[in-house]
């Protein structure tokens, strides 16, 4: 029996207990938040603000304007677990490194991708570090 291929499968993340990912508009994220309580204060001002990035990954704080409680902080995509000497780099930026050179793209590609979906780059050097990350455990 042939097996399908992951590009002809539907629905693959519905039964995938790891991780999955969507593309989603930065406002329309913020926008779910806009009229949400703050369980402190009551007020709905709660603003969802975007930290550090890394690669794809970013951390994610969600703060009241109000009366300044950080009621969540939490990073885009898990972090790998820590194998070797090497950084633990996040799940989202191994598997965009691995679909990227799959698809005979490099970091031009990468630069391409995000600045048709206006998205943050990914550094050469984070590109570089991933693959040699991918490299190491082949």
Do not use: W
């Not at 399908?4 to 926008?31: F, H, M």
């Not at 990350?133 to 082949?138: D, L, R």
């Amino acid at each position: 029996m042939q097996e399908k291929s992951v590009l002809e499968q539907e629905n693959v993340a519905d039964t995938y207990d790891g991780p999955s990912y969507i593309i989603v508009d930065k406002n329309a994220l913020c926008d779910i938040f806009k009229y949400t309580l703050c369980g402190i204060c009551n007020q709905s001002t709660l603003k969802l603000e975007f930290g550090h990035k890394y690669g794809f990954s970013h951390q994610l704080k969600l703060v009241c304007k109000t009366c300044s409680e950080q009621k969540m902080e939490c990073f885009t995509s898990p972090r790998l677990e820590k194998k070797s000497n090497t950084s633990t780099p996040f799940d989202v930026n191994v598997r965009a490194v691995q679909a990227f050179l799959a698809i005979s793209g490099g970091h031009a590609s990468v630069e391409k991708f995000c600045l048709f979906l206006n998205m943050p780059l990914m550094s050469s050097k984070t590109f570089n570090e991933i693959k040699l990350y991918i490299n190491s455990m082949c």
